[in-house]
């Protein structure tokens, strides 16, 4: 816990660093009672942020906002329809895409109600949330000064993302929520 602290401490200036817990709740649910990742949120104020997470499955950078409230996704939506607030967008997930991270799968498989089948960033209508990505594999590397850099570039790469949800979506309105 102590180097994921350390962690947070260094990324003070992309926001409040948030260490999840590392327990699970086995009341409700049959899951093994300490958990399997070590997650680590940045700068999450209710309009997207930064998450690292370190599993059995590897490191995993991200930026962005993951399941929006309703409210949000039609803001995410509105904002991407028009022209002048999409092309600031596209410039920031194309500066995240350089850096090897990779933009969320759309979760729609047709435009979303209200939006044309071949309007022209369907792909981004498509998607229920907004996250750029990347993991990478576990290795010896990870106990190197080399990951802490890595994992400072890559969400570098991804703050032009993030701060454009804060800008064009902002915190949800009705509280948190999943997405419809």
Known sequence: MAPARSLGEDLADLGRAHLFRPWNDTRFHARPPIK????????YEGAGGFYVELSLDGLLVAGGLHQPAPDQLDRIRRAIDAGRTAAPLTRA?????????A?????????????????PRLRLLRC???TVSRRH????????????????????????????IGEHVGPSQHGFGRSE
């Not at 399997?36 to 700068?43: C, N």
């Not at 594999?137 to 993030?162: F, S």
């Open 36 to 43: 399997e990742q070590l997650g680590l949120a940045v700068g």
């Open 137 to 164: 594999l576990l290795g010896p590397w990870l106990h190197r000064p080399k990951a802490g850099r890595t994992i400072r570039e890559e969400l570098d790469a991804a703050a032009p993302l993030v701060r454009w």
């Open 103 to 119: 933009l969320v799968e759309p979760a729609l498989v047709r435009s979303p109600r209200g939006y044309a089948a071949d309007h």
């Open 128 to 130: 229920k949330s907004l």
């Open 93 to 101: 997930i194309g500066r995240a895409q350089k850096a090897g991270l």
